[in-house]
């Protein structure tokens, strides 16, 4: 695709309900980031994803949340038992290798916790 | 740990006005620095992306700066436009890992 696309765009969810976040990464770009930010934050690193490397999951908050990426390409970024504060909106990027080369955000994922 | 600092927090001008915005990092051992815009409820766009080699990058009316040495830099929007309001975020990344962005800088051009 043109860019990178995250799905859904809204995400409303009861607390304590599991959920999904997918990223969609601009194609052949081999990293991949996920960040969160809360409302009036700044932007929290969550897990990378590099190539075929082992993940870098140092900024996950719990063991609730758990990512995965298929096939080089897509992930999936899950929470479970989700809890009030977890609420804000979930940022995926996607870049080409590891050198020097823009970084490209998706729209976002708006999750509120009910 | 590398830690990223922007000034101002906030900042209001009249339509075409120069003005620059700062970014500030500790650890000068960065691999690449580059610059985004965040429209309210929305994702990030790119602007520029500067690499340590580099001193400056140039699109349009912006124009970034880089001063690895001293941690800095800086932004400058030339001519002013009320379409320019947003939050402007700075990004460094060090090699192989992720990025570490700053607080960013809510500007608001008055028509």
């Known amino acids: 695709g043109a860019g990178v696309s995250q799905s859904p765009s809204n995400k409303v969810t009861e607390k304590g309900k599991d959920v999904e976040l997918r990223c969609d990464p601009i194609s052949g770009h081999t990293a991949l980031y996920w960040y969160r930010q809360s409302l009036g934050q700044g932007l929290e690193f969550l897990i990378y994803f590099q190539g075929n490397s082992a993940p870098d999951k140092s900024g996950l908050p719990s063991d609730r949340f758990s990512a995965e990426r298929t096939g080089g390409s897509v992930s999936t970024l899950t929470i479970q038992r989700t809890q009030q504060e977890d609420s804000a909106v979930y940022l995926c990027?996607?870049?080409?290798?590891?050198?020097?080369?823009?970084?490209?955000f998706g729209q976002g994922t708006r999750l509120t916790v009910v | 740990k590398q830690e990223v600092t922007q000034i101002p927090a906030a900042l209001s001008v009249p339509e075409g006005e120069n003005l620059v915005l700062n970014c500030s990092f500790t650890?000068?051992?960065?691999?690449?620095l580059q610059w985004f815009r965040q429209d309210p409820g929305k994702g990030l766009t790119s602007l520029l992306l500067?690499?340590?080699?580099?001193r400056e990058q140039t699109s349009g009316r912006l124009n970034a700066s880089l001063d690895k040495s001293s941690g800095r830099s800086t932004l400058y929007i030339a001519a002013s436009q009320p379409g320019d309001s947003a939050t402007y975020l700075c990004a460094v990344y060090n090699y192989g890992q992720n990025f570490v962005f700053g607080p960013g800088t809510r500007l608001s051009v008055l028509p």
């Open positions: 650890d000068s051992a960065i691999y690449n």
């Open positions: 990027a996607s870049r080409f290798g590891i050198a020097n080369t823009e970084a490209f």
């Open positions: 500067i690499q340590s080699s580099q």
